[in-house]
């Protein structure tokens, strides 16, 4: 007999239902999960290690950087500039291994490196001015400028005498020997077109001023520029003709310039102690001039041992000029002997001293003494009166 189903009272036979771990809702979501957690964790350390080894490649390109970075320009200020000499025949290896040596950089390889990719370096042999330590791009600059083309600002003050000269050359200039410019100044290689026969010392006959000197030139070279200045300096004051009419040679005017130089201390005294030393002249009286006495002495010996000491450039032992000029004037003292003070007018204040008779031909400027703390001086017609001035000077303090 068929059983039927669909009748209830008919009993259905047990079906044996065998457990599915997926019918577990709290087991199903654990192993989903822990499946899905398992297939992520290669993921995560692959991640990992890309990232780590990034961090490293980072770390080791920042230190090459910053290694790098220190030897194209290196920690602190550079140092002072000094003379560096770029031989014939030099190459770019050969100069990036003596730039190490001496200091001026700290890795010849990054030198070469660093001037391949800036193009390159073309050299030229000369005298050049570097500064150890200094950024590679600055040295590179300084080198790859030609020594004629780079220059160094020198001043020679008016009154320097030829071994000060000398000696500011070599400070500015240290390549530049004192030996070599004295002896270009003194042993007759160089002439001025106002220097007497017989006569080497250019002493007086370098005109003082800033030149731009450059690292190609040599000190011969130099002081050749010097006197060529004096000489377009003397031209432009009209030297040999206006001297004439001082009855001066244009080597006598520079000599009295000279002397005007070291002892005016203002502007407008120059004319009148150029005034004092032509009149003295003149007259042919001693021209006891305080700063003859000092050249080529020690500055340290006291007065009264100079002016004891018997040498050319005594002027109180002496009559006339010294042999040569005492210092290397300006244009303004060279302006002051060609163009002097007038002596006192025969009836001014200054004359009233002299007998009546006198005052026409012997009112004249020959005396003069500091007279005050800025360097002026009192000028005097007659010795009272000078006497008078020196008295007031010792009373103020100023001798």
């Known amino acids: 007999m068929a059983l039927d189903l669909d009748d209830p009272r008919e009993k259905r036979p047990a079906i044996d239902w065998q457990h599915d771990p997926w019918d577990d809702p709290d087991a199903t979501d654990a192993y989903v999960i822990e499946r899905a957690r398992s297939q992520r964790w290669p993921f995560k350390w692959v991640a990992y290690t890309l990232f780590a080894i990034t961090v490293v490649v980072v770390l080791i390109a920042g230190s090459v950087g910053w290694w790098y970075l220190q030897q194209i320009n290196p920690s ?10 770029v031989d014939e025949g030099e190459t770019v290896e050969s100069l990036s291994v003596r730039l190490q040596n001496e200091g001026f950089i700290t890795n010849a390889r990054v030198f ?3 001037v391949e990719r800036q193009g390159g370096l073309e050299l030229t042999p000369g005298y ?37 000269m000398a000696q500011r050359l070599s400070e500015r200039m240290p390549r530049l020997a004192i030996g070599d410019f004295l002896a270009a100044a003194g042993d007759g290689s160089i002439r001025s077109e106002w220097l007497p026969p017989g006569q080497t010392s250019l ?74 030393i032509l009149n003295r002249r003149r007259i042919g009286m001693p021209l006891q001039i305080d700063a003859t006495l000092y050249y080529r002495q020690d500055e340290d010996t006291p007065f009264d041992q100079l ?16 042999p040569t000029p005492i210092a290397n004037p300006g244009r303004a003292s060279i302006q002051a002997v060609l163009n002097p003070a007038p002596n006192p007018p025969e009836n001014g204040p200054e004359c009233q001293q002299l007998p009546e008779a006198e005052r026409k031909d012997n009112c004249l400027w020959l005396y003069y003494v500091l007279a005050d703390e800025d360097g002026g001086h009192a000028f005097a017609v007659t010795l009272a009166e000078h006497e008078a001035n020196v008295q007031a000077a010792l009373d103020a303090g100023l001798l």
Do not use: C
């Not at 602190?76 to 000499?85: M, N």
């Not at 000197?213 to 200045?229: C, D, F, I, K, W």
């Open 76 to 85: 602190g200020d550079p140092e002072a500039a000094v003379t560096f000499t």
């Open 112 to 114: 070469r490196w660093y």
């Open 128 to 164: 050049y001015r570097l500064r150890p330590r200094d950024h590679m791009g600055n040295l590179l600059a300084a080198l790859g400028t030609p020594p004629e083309q780079t220059y160094t600002s020198v001043t020679f003050p008016e009154g320097f005498t030829v071994d000060k």
């Open 203 to 276: 002493e007086g006959l370098l005109f003082p001023d800033t030149y731009q000197v450059s690292n190609g030139e040599t000190p011969a070279q130099v002081v050749q520029r010097m006197v060529s200045l004096m000489e377009r300096v003397g031209r432009q004051e009209d030297i040999v003709v206006k001297g004439y009419e001082q009855a001066l040679t244009a080597y006598e005017v520079l000599i009295v310039a000279s002397m005007v130089e070291r002892e005016a201390k203002v502007d407008e005294d120059r004319a009148l102690i150029a005034r004092v």
């Open 307 to 322: 002016k004891a000491l018997d040498t050319p450039y005594n002027t109180y032992l002496h009559v006339g000029l010294p």
